[in-house]
């Protein structure tokens, strides 16, 4: 069992930055891929972020590359999201989720399903 818990999230600018963090509770917290995902009203949760259990690997929608990054200290047990240049459409509820190593496929990272633990959220407001 894992349980994540996701802070850092408010209210900000256009144009301005967020760092999400999400603290994981357990020991085996390097044994998971760790993702970041968003959902904004009336829409799908979608794939936002995610690192590799290593903190090598890291993979980004599209909408976010260039402007995101995702990163991990495994001896802290925490994950953070690091976001940069926001836009109004970037808001929406942020959340992180755990996905254990091996069980899915190694490209599943960005797919809802290889996630078996999800933290509460955090809200992202982003005004124009």
């Known amino acids: 069992q894992v349980q994540l818990v996701e802070s850092g999230g408010g209210l900000v600018q256009a144009g301005g930055s967020l760092r999400l963090s999400c603290a994981a509770s357990?020991?085996?917290?390097?044994?998971?891929?760790m993702g970041w995902f968003r959902q904004a009203p009336g829409k799908e949760r979608e794939f936002v972020a995610a690192?590799?259990?290593?903190?090598?690997?890291?993979y980004y929608a599209d909408s976010v590359k260039g402007r995101f990054t995702t990163s991990r200290e495994n001896a802290k047990n925490t994950v953070y999201l690091q976001m940069n240049s926001l836009k109004p459409e970037d808001t929406a509820v942020y959340y992180c989720?755990?996905?254990?190593?091996?069980?899915?496929?190694?490209?599943?990272?960005?797919?809802?399903?290889?996630?078996?633990?999800w933290g509460q959220g955090t809200q992202v407001t982003v005004s124009s």
């Open positions: 989720a755990a996905s254990p190593n091996g069980r899915y496929p190694t490209n599943s990272y960005a797919q809802k399903y290889a996630y078996d633990y």
């Open positions: 357990g020991r085996t917290f390097s044994s998971y891929t």
């Open positions: 690192v590799t259990w290593s903190g090598v690997g890291t």
